[in-house]
C-alpha cells in the first residue's frame, strides 16, 4: 500500500496544485493517458464541492489530500475541520450538481464522519488491472477442442481466474455491463474478500473453464444475487448452467442467507425456465436494465437493438411472516406476489413514521442505469424521492431509474399518486433488499422499450408482467 499526503490552504488558489497531486498519484497507481482526464475533472469538482461546504467557516484553515493505492483501489480523500455534514436537502442545487457529477465519475463516493477530526469525502476508483485481452495468449485463434465428458463443479480456483475473464470475453466478447469480469486480478481479490463467490465449470481433460456462476454479495446481508453467468458456447447442452445453480443454492443455504435474487434476460426464455425449475418466483419487472450495447457473442440470439429488459425473481431460503403495509393502489398485485412466494403477510400493530426519510441515489455509468433507494420512511418521502430523482436526472444520462421504498416502515398511500407523476410506475417486490426489508419497486423509463418483443416464460411472470405493462402505459402515455 501507497499512500501521498498534501496540505493545501482552504481558497481556488490551492487548486492547480491539487490537480496536479491527484493527477500524479492517479498516473502511478496505472492509468493511462486517455483515463487520466476525468481525474483533472474531479479534482477540480471535489475540491471546489469541499470549499464551498467551507464557506464562511473560518475553523479549517486548510484542507488534507491523501490519496492511496493498495491492490485493489485508489482512493483519494478530503479531510477537513469545518462544519459537520449538511441534510441533502440543505444542499444548493450547484452543490448538488456537483456532487451527482463526482459520484457518476467514481465508482464508490462515501462521507466519513470523523467527530472531533471533522470529515472525510472518499473517493474509489477501481484500480486498472491487466484485462484479459493484454495476456499473451491469442485464444480467438485456438482450434476448438471437442468437449469431454470429465466436467466437474468447483469453486473459483485463484490460479483459473484468468480463465474466467477469458470465458466472459469468449461469450459476450467486450460487452458484458459489468467491467470487472474482465480483469483476473479483480476477480480474484472479489472472491478473497467474498464480495463474489465463483462456481466453476471445468472440463477436466484440458484443464479448462467453460462455466461461470456467483453469488454476488448485495447491501442487505439478508439476500444475495446469482450472476455472472457464462457457459462456453461449445459446452451448451450439457446442463452447466443448472449443475452450477445447484451449487450455488447450496451455498447460499449454507450462508444462511434469506432468500436469494436472480434476473435472467428476456430476449430468450431459457434462464427463466431454469429458475422457474428451481423453485424460484417472479416477483418483479426490470425493464431496460441491460445496455443495448450487450451482445451475445458466438450464440444464437440477434444482437439487441434496445435495452434488455429481466424478470425479476426470488427464491426464499425461509419462510418469514411479512410485517407490512400494503398500500391500496397496488395491493392486489402485491398480495398475489407474495401468495405467490409463500409468504404471510401481516400489518404491523406499532406505527412510528419519522419525519425525515432517508434516501440514497447513485448512478451505474457501465450500465447506464439509476437507483433510489429509501432506507427509511418519514412523511417528507415524496418530496425527498422527487429531490433525489431531479438530481439524477439532471447529473447523468440515465436512461432508466429504479426506486426501492420499504414496506414495513408506514403507509404510503399518500405518497403514490405524487410519485406516479413523477413518471414512475410500478414493477414489483423485492423482499429482503433494503437492509432486511421488503421494498415496493417503481421504475422510470428515459428511453423507448418494445413490450412486444419481450418473452416471459412463466404463468405467474406473464401476469405481472402485463400489469406492470398497463401501469407504464398509464404513466407514460
Same mark, same amino acid.
Not at 455472472?228 to 445453480?245: E, F, H, I, S, T
Not at 429481466?310 to 400494503?326: G, H, S
Not at 413514521?353 to 437507483?371: C, H, M, P, Q, V
Given at each position: 500500500?501507497?499512500?501521498?499526503?498534501?496540505?493545501?490552504?482552504?481558497?481556488?488558489?490551492?487548486?492547480?496544485?491539487?490537480?496536479?497531486?491527484?493527477?500524479?498519484?492517479?498516473?502511478?497507481?496505472?492509468?493511462?493517458?486517455?483515463?487520466?482526464?476525468?481525474?483533472?475533472?474531479?479534482?477540480?469538482?471535489?475540491?471546489?464541492?469541499?470549499?464551498?461546504?467551507?464557506?464562511?467557516?473560518?475553523?479549517?484553515?486548510?484542507?488534507?489530500?491523501?490519496?492511496?493505492?493498495?491492490?485493489?483501489?485508489?482512493?483519494?480523500?478530503?479531510?477537513?475541520?469545518?462544519?459537520?455534514?449538511?441534510?441533502?436537502?440543505?444542499?444548493?442545487?450547484?452543490?448538488?450538481?456537483?456532487?451527482?457529477?463526482?459520484?457518476?465519475?467514481?465508482?464508490?463516493?462515501?462521507?466519513?464522519?470523523?467527530?472531533?477530526?471533522?470529515?472525510?469525502?472518499?473517493?474509489?476508483?477501481?484500480?486498472?488491472?491487466?484485462?484479459?485481452?493484454? $495476456?499473451?495468449?491469442?485464444?480467438?485463434?485456438?482450434?476448438?477442442?471437442?468437449?469431454?465428458?470429465?466436467?466437474?463443479?468447483?469453486?473459483?480456483?485463484?490460479?483459473?481466474?484468468?480463465?474466467?475473464?477469458?470465458?466472459?470475453?469468449?461469450?459476450?466478447?467486450?460487452?458484458?455491463?459489468?467491467?470487472?469480469?474482465?480483469?483476473?486480478?479483480?476477480?480474484?481479490?472479489?472472491?478473497?474478500?467474498?464480495?463474489?463467490?465463483?462456481?466453476?465449470?471445468?472440463?477436466?481433460?484440458?484443464?479448462?473453464?467453460?462455466?461461470?456462476?456467483?453469488?454476488?454479495?448485495?447491501?442487505?446481508?439478508?439476500?444475495?444475487?446469482?450472476?455472472?453467468?457464462?457457459?462456453?458456447?461449445?459446452?451448451?447442452?450439457?446442463?452447466?448452467?443448472?449443475?452450477?445453480?445447484?451449487?450455488?443454492?447450496?451455498?447460499?443455504?449454507?450462508?444462511?442467507?434469506?432468500?436469494?435474487?436472480?434476473?435472467?434476460?428476456?430476449?430468450?426464455?431459457?434462464?427463466?425456465?431454469?429458475?422457474?425449475?428451481?423453485?424460484?418466483?417472479?416477483?418483479?419487472?426490470?425493464?431496460?436494465?441491460?445496455?443495448?450495447?450487450?451482445?451475445?457473442?458466438?450464440?444464437?440470439?440477434?444482437?439487441?437493438?434496445?435495452?434488455?429488459?429481466?424478470?425479476?425473481?426470488?427464491?426464499?431460503?425461509?419462510?418469514?411472516?411479512?410485517?407490512?403495509?400494503?398500500?391500496?393502489?397496488?395491493?392486489?398485485?402485491?398480495?398475489?406476489?407474495?401468495?405467490?412466494?409463500?409468504?404471510?403477510?401481516? *400489518?404491523?400493530?406499532?406505527?412510528?413514521?419519522?419525519?425525515?426519510?432517508?434516501?440514497?441515489?447513485?448512478?451505474?455509468?457501465?450500465?447506464?442505469?439509476?437507483?433510489?433507494?429509501?432506507?427509511?420512511?418519514?412523511?417528507?418521502?415524496?418530496?425527498?424521492?422527487?429531490?433525489?430523482?431531479?438530481?439524477?436526472?439532471?447529473? *447523468?444520462?440515465?436512461?432508466?431509474?429504479?426506486?426501492?421504498?420499504?414496506?414495513?416502515?408506514?403507509?404510503?398511500?399518500?405518497?403514490?399518486?405524487?410519485?406516479?407523476?413523477?413518471?414512475?410506475?410500478?414493477?414489483?417486490?423485492?423482499?429482503?433488499?433494503?437492509?432486511?426489508?421488503?421494498?415496493?419497486?417503481?421504475?422510470?423509463?428515459?428511453?423507448?422499450?418494445?413490450?412486444?418483443?419481450?418473452?416471459?416464460?412463466?404463468?405467474?411472470?406473464?401476469?405481472?408482467?402485463? $400489469?406492470?405493462?398497463?401501469?407504464?402505459?398509464?404513466?407514460?402515455?
Amino acid at each position: 500500500m501507497i499512500n501521498f499526503e498534501l496540505s493545501a490552504p482552504n481558497n481556488l488558489v490551492s487548486l492547480r496544485i491539487v490537480q496536479s497531486f491527484i493527477l500524479e498519484s492517479a498516473k502511478i497507481s496505472g492509468f493511462e493517458k486517455e483515463n487520466l482526464d476525468r481525474f483533472y475533472l474531479i479534482a477540480e469538482e471535489a475540491f471546489s464541492y469541499v470549499l464551498r461546504l467551507l464557506k464562511e467557516d473560518k475553523e479549517s484553515e486548510t484542507i488534507k489530500i491523501i490519496a492511496k493505492i493498495d491492490k485493489k483501489y485508489f482512493t483519494v480523500s478530503f479531510f477537513d475541520k469545518g462544519i459537520p455534514l449538511s441534510k441533502t436537502d440543505e444542499l444548493s442545487e450547484t452543490e448538488n450538481l456537483s456532487l451527482n457529477l463526482i459520484q457518476a465519475y467514481c465508482n464508490k463516493l462515501i462521507w466519513v464522519n470523523h467527530g472531533k477530526e471533522g470529515k472525510e469525502l472518499r473517493l474509489l476508483f477501481n484500480k486498472p488491472q491487466k484485462d484479459i485481452t493484454q $495476456y499473451e495468449m491469442l485464444f480467438e485463434q485456438e482450434k476448438e477442442k471437442e468437449p469431454s465428458d470429465e466436467i466437474y463443479i468447483e469453486p473459483l480456483k485463484p490460479k483459473n481466474a484468468y480463465q474466467v475473464s477469458r470465458l466472459i470475453y469468449k461469450t459476450y466478447g467486450y460487452s458484458y455491463p459489468n467491467g470487472d469480469m474482465y480483469y483476473p486480478e479483480v476477480i480474484e481479490t472479489m472472491n478473497k474478500s467474498k464480495e463474489l463467490i465463483s462456481i466453476t465449470a471445468i472440463d477436466k481433460k484440458y484443464d479448462k473453464v467453460v462455466g461461470h456462476y456467483a453469488i454476488e454479495r448485495l447491501s442487505s446481508e439478508s439476500v444475495a444475487e446469482l450472476g455472472q453467468a457464462a457457459v462456453d458456447p461449445a459446452y451448451r447442452g450439457k446442463k452447466l448452467a443448472k449443475n452450477m445453480r445447484k451449487k450455488l443454492e447450496e451455498l447460499a443455504a449454507n450462508m444462511r442467507l434469506k432468500g436469494i435474487f436472480s434476473q435472467p434476460v428476456t430476449s430468450h426464455t431459457g434462464t427463466q425456465k431454469i429458475n422457474e425449475e428451481f423453485g424460484s418466483k417472479a416477483c418483479g419487472v426490470s425493464f431496460g436494465l441491460v445496455p443495448k450495447e450487450f451482445n451475445y457473442k458466438k450464440m444464437e440470439i440477434k444482437p439487441l437493438s434496445e435495452r434488455e429488459s429481466c424478470i425479476l425473481y426470488f427464491k426464499p431460503l425461509v419462510y418469514e411472516k411479512r410485517l407490512v403495509y400494503l398500500p391500496k393502489k397496488h395491493s392486489a398485485i402485491i398480495e398475489k406476489i407474495y401468495d405467490n412466494l409463500d409468504f404471510e403477510t401481516e *400489518t404491523p400493530s406499532n406505527l412510528f413514521y419519522d419525519n425525515e426519510s432517508l434516501i440514497d441515489s447513485k448512478y451505474s455509468a457501465s450500465w447506464g442505469f439509476g437507483t433510489i433507494n429509501v432506507f427509511n420512511v418519514g412523511k417528507n418521502l415524496s418530496k425527498e424521492i422527487k429531490s433525489a430523482f431531479n438530481r439524477l436526472r439532471l447529473s *447523468t444520462q440515465a436512461e432508466v431509474v429504479f426506486l426501492n421504498i420499504p414496506l414495513n416502515d408506514a403507509p404510503l398511500d399518500e405518497h403514490i399518486d405524487k410519485i406516479e407523476e413523477l413518471g414512475f410506475f410500478f414493477c414489483g417486490v423485492a423482499p429482503y433488499i433494503l437492509d432486511g426489508k421488503d421494498a415496493v419497486r417503481f421504475e422510470y423509463l428515459n428511453t423507448l422499450i418494445d413490450t412486444n418483443r419481450i418473452k416471459v416464460y412463466g404463468d405467474f411472470a406473464k401476469e405481472l408482467f402485463n $400489469y406492470s405493462v398497463s401501469m407504464m402505459k398509464k404513466v407514460l402515455w
